[in-house]
C-alpha cells in the first residue's frame, strides 16, 4: 500500500544575492517529509550557474534526504512553473532540477514583477509517495520514473494539481494537450532531443504536432501514462498510432505491432521483411471494412467478440482470418458459429466455411445436414445450397443411412475372406 504525503514552501531571497558573482551556491533551510520520520528535504541555488555554459542563468535544484524510496513530484516556480518526477533512493541525495531555471535579465527585469520588495521569492511543492515494491523504470536513466506505480499517481497528481504541474503543451489544430517534457523523453528520443537542444520547442515548452489527430495524440499521451490502450476504434487509428510511434521512434508503443505479429504469421512477415509497410507502418486494408477490422483487433485484446449482427459481418471476419492466417480468431469464429447451428442457418455457414476454408465449421455443417437429410427434417435453403456441395452431403447422408439398416449381429466370430459374418449371430 503506497502512503502518500505533501508539502510545500515560499522562500524569499534578497534579488542582492542575484547580482554578485561571488556567491557560488545557497540552500534553504531543511524541512521534514511528513508522515516519513527521517526523510528531509531543501532547495539549493546557484545565483549564477553551475557552469560556464549556464552563467548568465540561476541553477535551481531540489534535494531530498531519504531513508527509503520515495517518488517525488516536483514542481518550482517564481511567476512561472517547471515540474518534474523523480525517485530517490536510500543514501542517494543528489539534487534535481533546472541548471537554467531562469535568466538573469529574465528574473530582475522589473517588467516580469519577479522581484517585490527587493526580494525574489521561488515556491516550491512537492507529493511524496512511498510504495511497498521496486519501481519498474524505464529509460536509460533508472532514477526517472516511467513504471506501474507512476501510471497510479501521475493522473492523480494532474487532477489535483490542475496546469501547475504541466511543462509541455502538445498543439494539435486548436486542441492543447498538456503533458510532462520528462514523460515524453522517457519514451521518445525524438523528443527527448527537441527538449535537449535549442529548438523553439525547448524555449516555450509547446510542440506542434501537425500530421496526427488529437484523438490519436491522446491515446498516445495516456498509453505513456497507463501503460495501456483502451480501445482501437477503427484501423484508421491504429494506422495513425503506428505513423505516431514511428515519427516520434516510441518503442514501447511499437510493440503494438508485435500483437499483430503473434496472431498473424501474414503480419508478422509484413513487419520482417523490406516492405513499404515495415517502413512506414501503414498497412492498408483495402478488401475489408472499419468495423470488420476493428472488430478482429478488439479480438487480438481481449480474445472476446462481443456480438455479431449478422451473417455478413460473420463472413468479412472469417474472410479476415483466412487471408491474414489468424487461426485464433478463425477457430473462436468456427466454434461460436459451431455452437448455434440450426436448420435456418446451416446452408449459408456451410458455403461461407468452404469460402473461407473454415474445415473445422464445414465438418459440423456437413454432420448437422446429413442427420437432417437421414431424418427427412426440412432445411432452409437446401435447394440453393452449391450443387457440389449438396451433391457430396446428399452422398455422404446416403451412406450413413445404409451403414444404419445393417443389422447389429450378436457373438460375431470372425469375418471370412469374402467378408462375410460368421458366427452365432440371429
Not at 446429413?370 to 445450397?385: K, N, Y
Request: proline share 4%; glycine share 4%.
Amino acid at each position: 500500500q503506497a502512503k502518500e504525503s505533501l508539502s510545500s514552501c515560499r522562500w524569499s531571497i534578497s534579488e542582492a544575492y542575484f547580482l554578485t558573482h561571488e556567491q557560488p551556491s545557497f540552500q534553504s533551510p531543511e524541512l521534514p517529509v511528513p508522515n516519513f520520520p527521517g526523510c528531509v528535504w531543501y532547495i539549493e541555488i546557484y545565483p549564477n550557474g553551475t557552469k560556464n555554459d549556464n552563467a548568465g542563468n540561476v541553477s535551481l535544484f531540489f534535494h531530498c534526504s531519504v531513508n527509503q524510496t520515495l517518488i517525488t513530484y516536483v514542481s518550482l516556480t517564481t511567476e512561472g512553473s517547471e515540474s518534474f518526477t523523480y525517485v530517490f533512493e536510500k543514501n542517494n541525495n543528489h539534487g534535481q532540477g533546472y541548471p537554467s531555471f531562469i535568466s538573469h535579465d529574465e528574473l530582475l527585469n522589473s517588467e516580469n514583477n519577479h522581484v517585490s520588495d527587493g526580494k525574489v521569492t521561488i515556491g516550491c511543492n512537492v507529493k511524496f509517495v512511498s510504495i511497498t515494491d521496486p519501481p519498474i523504470l524505464l529509460g536509460s536513466n533508472t532514477h526517472y520514473l516511467k513504471d506501474q506505480a507512476s501510471a497510479k499517481y501521475l493522473p492523480q497528481l494532474l487532477q489535483e494539481y490542475g496546469d501547475e504541474m504541466f511543462d509541455c503543451v502538445l498543439k494539435v489544430g486548436d486542441v492543447e494537450i498538456k503533458t510532462y517534457r520528462l514523460i515524453l523523453s522517457i519514451y521518445s528520443p525524438v523528443f527527448k532531443t527537441m527538449f535537449s537542444v535549442p529548438m523553439e520547442e525547448n524555449r516555450n515548452g509547446v510542440v506542434k504536432l501537425v500530421d496526427f489527430t488529437a484523438d490519436a495524440v491522446k491515446t498516445a499521451i495516456n498509453f505513456f501514462y497507463t501503460c495501456e490502450i483502451e480501445a482501437i476504434e477503427s484501423s484508421e487509428q491504429l494506422e495513425e498510432l503506428f505513423r505516431f510511434s514511428d515519427k516520434y521512434d516510441i518503442a514501447a508503443l511499437k510493440t503494438y505491432r508485435l500483437i499483430l505479429s503473434i496472431y498473424s504469421p501474414v503480419f508478422k512477415t509484413m513487419f520482417s521483411v523490406p516492405m513499404e509497410e515495415n517502413r512506414n507502418g501503414v498497412v492498408k486494408l483495402v478488401d475489408f471494412t472499419a468495423d470488420a477490422v476493428k472488430t478482429a483487433i478488439n479480438f487480438f485484446y481481449t480474445c472476446e467478440i462481443e456480438a455479431i449482427e449478422s451473417s455478413e459481418q460473420l463472413e468479412e471476419l472469417f474472410r479476415f482470418s483466412d487471408k491474414y492466417d489468424i487461426a485464433a480468431l478463425k477457430e473462436y469464429l468456427e466454434n461460436e458459429s459451431g455452437s448455434k447451428l440450426s436448420d435456418q442457418n446451416v446452408c449459408i455457414l456451410l458455403e461461407m466455411a468452404v469460402r473461407s476454408n473454415a474445415f473445422r465449421l464445414k465438418d459440423a455443417c456437413f454432420s448437422f445436414l446429413e442427420e437432417c437429410i437421414m431424418i427427412g427434417a426440412s432445411v432452409q435453403g437446401l435447394e440453393e445450397l452449391d450443387s457440389g456441395i449438396l451433391k457430396d452431403v446428399v452422398i455422404s447422408a446416403m451412406k450413413k443411412r445404409q451403414g444404419a439398416a445393417v443389422p447389429i449381429v450378436q457373438d460375431a466370430g470372425n469375418i471370412n475372406e469374402e467378408n462375410e459374418v460368421v458366427g452365432s449371430g440371429e
